[in-house]
Nanobody, 125 residues
Framework: QLQLVESGGGLVQPGGSLRLSCAASGFTLDYYAIGWFRQAPGKERGGVSCISSSDDRTAYADSVKGRFTISRDNAKNTVYLQMTSLKPEDTAVYYC??????????????????WGQGTQVTVSS
């Protein structure tokens, strides 16, 4: 059974950092582009960052460029999202998703086939 499990969320003060993990089971991430999305209360789920399957090219939403870094460790079958300089507006449930594709990733949620259950990130003093 294909499964994605996010972890690493929590409560952090503005300016702080968190590292989210997305662990896959039932399949290997080598052939999948992985995206991170987030959804705040009352808002649509939107793309944060993604990493391609073929050459680890990355993409970021403008709101997180320079603050967030996505990476993958295929040996651990895990993708990470390092978040720094966190702001209250980063507060949301963060989801990772997988798309079986050879090529660049996209930050469009409808392109992704498998989703995790989400992890809450709250940025507040």
């Amino acid at each position: 059974q294909l499964q994605l499990v996010e972890s690493g969320g929590g409560l952090v003060q503005p300016g702080g950092s968190l590292r989210l993990s997305c662990a896959a089971s039932g399949f290997t991430l080598d052939y999948y582009a992985i995206g991170w999305f987030r959804q705040a209360p009352g808002k649509e789920r939107g793309g944060v960052s993604c990493i391609s399957s073929s050459d680890d090219r990355t993409a970021y939403a403008d709101s997180v460029k320079g603050r967030f870094t996505i990476s993958r460790d295929n040996a651990k079958n895990t993708v990470y999202l390092q978040m720094t300089s966190l702001k209250p507006e980063d507060t949301a449930v963060y989801y990772c998703a997988a798309q079986r594709v050879f090529g660049s990733c996209v930050l469009r949620k409808y392109a992704y086939d498998y989703w995790g259950q989400g992890t809450q990130v709250t940025v507040s003093s």
